[in-house]
């Protein structure tokens, strides 16, 4: 993903431990989503990929970092959100991303579909190197 | 932690109204919670109200169809209430589609599908 002005005054960061954990990071999204004026339908959006990629790393990863910071761009603004774990990563990048695709109990919605709700996406996994995913989504 | 979402018992209804962000943890207890108080209570409908929901995802969303097939399965309808329109368009790109659960736009003609659902009689449904 191509690299934006950050906001520094924004960035927020969170522990993901647990599933208290993924609800704090959501709403740390939420926050900098309103601050940056995304609409409520793409805030809600950004949130739901979110909470799916927060689950992720605590269930798959173990455990990881959420970091977000409102980005700009030549006249837009957006919302920068990554998680990062260093679990067991992910073998098959492009069966992760299928619609419908779990390695557990799940219903193989979370990746795929986080993937739709953002505007710019980027899944960086090898096996036993963990696991970052990085979203973006601009206001419009 | 282990705060659990109130179940209330109207008549023959059971009322759940998700008032804050939900935990996980929170989302599965309040599937056992229901399953048991159909059983406990003999209720005849549920209706889980959302309208305070910011976000479904995919964990709560499957909650919702878990929910409304166990219900279906223990002799009550479910009907889920007060999606927000910015919910449902996420939900559907999300990819969930929640075919099986029914839906109504508010707790008003969510109680008056279940009124009219238990009023006709299973043989001429
Ligand atoms: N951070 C991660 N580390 C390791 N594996 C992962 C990670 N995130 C996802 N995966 C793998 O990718 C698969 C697909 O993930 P996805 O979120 O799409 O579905 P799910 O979590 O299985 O189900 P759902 O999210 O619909 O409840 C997972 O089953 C898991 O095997
Ligand atoms: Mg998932």
Redesign the pocket.
Known sequence: MKEYPADEASREEVEIRSSGDVVKARQAVRVLAQQAGLSLVNQTKLVTAAS?LG???L???GG?TARAVIVRDVARVGVWVS?S?T????PDIEQ??TDG????S????????ARRLVDEFELD?APGAG?T?TVLKWAR | MSDRVPVLKIGDILLVSIQVDLEDQMVLDLQDDLSQQIVATGARGVVIDISALEIVD??VG?MLATTAAISRVLGAETVVVGMRPAVAMTLVELGLSLGGVRTALNLELGLGYLRRAQDTPPARR
């Open positions: 799916e689950r992720n790393t269930i798959y990863g990881g998680f774990d679990g067991p990563g992910i992760a991303l695709w779990t390695s557990g799940g219903m193989g919605l979370g990746l795929s579909g996994s696991t995913v | 995919s964990f499957r």
